[in-house]
């Protein structure tokens, strides 16, 4: 599939990448789509949590029961200690939807892209490299995978954001959060307070997370700003390991003795994709907005975007709207980031129990 021609050109096979696929397979079933995917599988992956209301948009896209049969680990709560010592749970069974789930978060993004692809997207195993208008489209440079050509590009690269930066669009980052993240066997069992269940726990200089995964892993994640790691040690195994032992409640579930894999560094700011976006290129996902961990909200936000934005696709190019579908999206898209930014703020004062330690003091100070 070398050098082909395509309506769609969707680069990125994440969440975002293969709802937009597997929603234009509904919506627009005319229109030659190409899900393009790095191809690379990697056990080791952060963004495991979903909350129960990912029911909804798996059912709008037509892969609920699929999912259900995938085997991943029904979660009933999640539990935190915020704002003070003790462990709280936030029980599902008050949501419409009432599970939520630990995802095998690799397996989950095969699963999805290989169910647009079953839907009518053609895959390609390509990275894209360069990306440029041509005529009333683009251009689309994958390297030994060839030279695509598309009406519609799709940029689903996640936090990469290659294409809107290829396009000359800026991200723009509103904190400076990372995530320092060990893998662990789990130890099995839920006789532990928070074994079968996300788990937050907010220290001096910002918080910490763990879920067992469906793969027997522990992700056990210490958050924190980038320019606080240097001073923390976070970035090396012993000292990180050490401030893991310093916790009450994730330092229990955690077998320390046996690391699956060194020590990782993810960003994890808040961020959003600044300026307007152009007709025929549309941002979806991490590549759009990036939302906090703590809000649980990536994966399902990244499954929204994908739907909406198919809807301007087809709008553009089956009803010729001039772009006024892209223009409803950006629009939605802001809307939705401040909404979660107001929401995001008033979740972090809830913890006042540091008030002078400079992780804390950014997040009380941030105004709107
Ligand atoms: C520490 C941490 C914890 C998180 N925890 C959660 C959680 O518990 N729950 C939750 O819902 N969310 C969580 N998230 C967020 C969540 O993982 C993301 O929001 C989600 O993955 C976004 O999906 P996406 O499809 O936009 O991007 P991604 O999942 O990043 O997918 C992008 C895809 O594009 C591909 N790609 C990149 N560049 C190219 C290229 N040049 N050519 C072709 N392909 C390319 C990548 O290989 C990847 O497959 C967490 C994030 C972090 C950092």
């Not at 307070?193 to 001096?204: N, S, T, V």
């Not at 003795?257 to 152009?278: E, K, M, N, Y």
């Amino acid at each position: 599939m070398k050098n082909a021609t395509w309506d769609v050109f969707i680069a990125g096979a994440g969440p975002a990448g293969a709802a937009t696929a597997l929603s234009l397979a509904a919506v627009a079933p005319e229109l030659r789509v190409c899900l393009a995917g790095a191809g690379r599988f990697d056990p080791f992956r952060v963004g495991e949590s979903v909350p129960p209301l990912i029911q909804r948009f798996l059912d709008h896209l037509g892969v609920w029961q699929a999912f259900v049969d995938e085997g991943h680990c029904p979660s009933f709560r999640t539990l935190s200690a915020w704002g003070g010592p003790v462990l709280e749970g936030n029980e599902f069974f008050l949501h419409v939807h009432k599970t939520g789930w630990r995802l095998d978060r690799g397996r989950f993004d095969l699963w999805l892209a290989a169910e647009a692809e079953r839907r009518g997207a053609l895959p390609l195993t390509a990275k894209v490299r360069a990306l440029a208008p041509e005529g009333e489209g683009w251009r689309i440079d994958c390297g030994d995978s060839g030279i695509h050509r598309a009406r519609c590009a799709v940029d689903a690269t996640g936090h990469a954001a290659l294409l809107a930066r290829l396009a000359g669009l800026a991200p723009v980052n509103h904190d400076r959060l990372v995530a320092c993240v060990g893998f662990f066997p789990d130890m099995g069992g839920t006789d532990r307070p928070g074994a079968d269940a996300a788990l937050i726990e907010a220290f001096g200089d910002g918080w910490w997370y763990t879920a067992a995964t469906p793969s027997g892993q522990r992700v056990v994640a210490l958050m924190t700003d980038s320019d606080v790691v240097g001073r923390l040690g976070a970035s090396r195994l012993e000292t990180w390991l050490k401030h893991l032992q310093a916790t009450r409640h994730v330092r229990v579930l955690v077998d320390v003795s046996r690391p699956l894999a060194p020590l990782r560094l993810w960003p994890a700011a808040s961020r959003r994709l600044d300026g307007p976006f152009r007709a025929g290129l549309i941002p979806v996902g991490d590549a759009v907005s990036s939302f906090d961990p703590l809000s649980s909200q990536g994966i399902i936000k990244a499954l929204r975007s994908g739907i909406f934005a198919s809807y301007a696709i087809a709008d553009w190019l089956l009803r010729a709207d001039g772009g006024q579908g892209f223009s409803r999206y950006t629009v939605l898209m802001r809307r939705e980031f401040t909404a979660y930014r107001e929401t995001l703020r008033n979740y972090y004062r809830l913890e006042q129990r540091w008030p002078n330690a400079l992780f804390w003091r950014r997040r009380h100070l941030d105004s709107p």
